[in-house]
Nanobody, 124 residues
Framework: QVQLVESGGGLVQAGGSLRLSCAASRTISLYNMGWFRQAPGKEREFVAAMSYSGVNIYYADSAKGRFTISRDNAKNTVYLEMNSLKPEDTAVFYC??????????????????WGQGTQVTVSS
C-alpha cells in the first residue's frame, strides 16, 4: 500500500506556470504514476502518466506540449510541470499509483491509490 500527498496547487493567471508535486510513502519505482484532474460538474480525466520503469510516458491531448510529468526516485516524488495554463485547466488535480505490469492505465479505474488532490485555479 502507498500513500500519496499532492502539493503545489494555487491561483495563477492565464499563461502562467505551476509545478505540482506528489510525495509517495514508498518507492515510486514500484508503481505506474498518473496525474488526473476533475473540474466541477465533470468526470475525472486523465492528464499524464509514467510507467514504473520511467521509460514510457503518456499525455492527454490537452496536456501535450504544455505539461511535463517527471519523477525523482531519491525523493519518491512525482511532478507535473504545467506551463501556458488556461482557464479551462482549472480543476482539482490528483496523483495516482497503479501496480499494473501489463500497461500504464489512462483511466481512473486503472489506479488503486489516490492522493487527496490539490486545487489549481487559472484566472483569465
Amino acid at each position: 500500500q502507498v500513500q500519496l500527498v499532492e502539493s503545489g496547487g494555487g491561483l495563477v493567471q492565464a499563461g502562467g506556470s505551476l509545478r505540482l508535486s506528489c510525495a509517495a510513502s514508498r518507492t515510486i519505482s514500484l508503481y505506474n504514476m498518473g496525474w488526473f484532474r476533475q473540474a466541477p460538474g465533470k468526470e475525472r480525466e486523465f492528464v499524464a502518466a509514467m510507467s514504473y520503469s520511467g521509460v514510457n510516458i503518456y499525455y492527454a491531448d490537452s496536456a501535450k506540449g504544455r505539461f511535463t510529468i517527471s519523477r525523482d526516485n531519491a525523493k519518491n516524488t512525482v511532478y507535473l510541470e504545467m506551463n501556458s495554463l488556461k482557464p479551462e485547466d482549472t480543476a482539482v488535480f490528483y496523483c495516482a499509483a497503479s501496480v499494473s505490469r501489463v500497461r500504464v492505465p489512462q483511466t481512473p479505474s486503472g489506479y488503486g491509490y489516490w492522493g487527496q488532490g490539490t486545487q489549481v485555479t487559472v484566472s483569465s
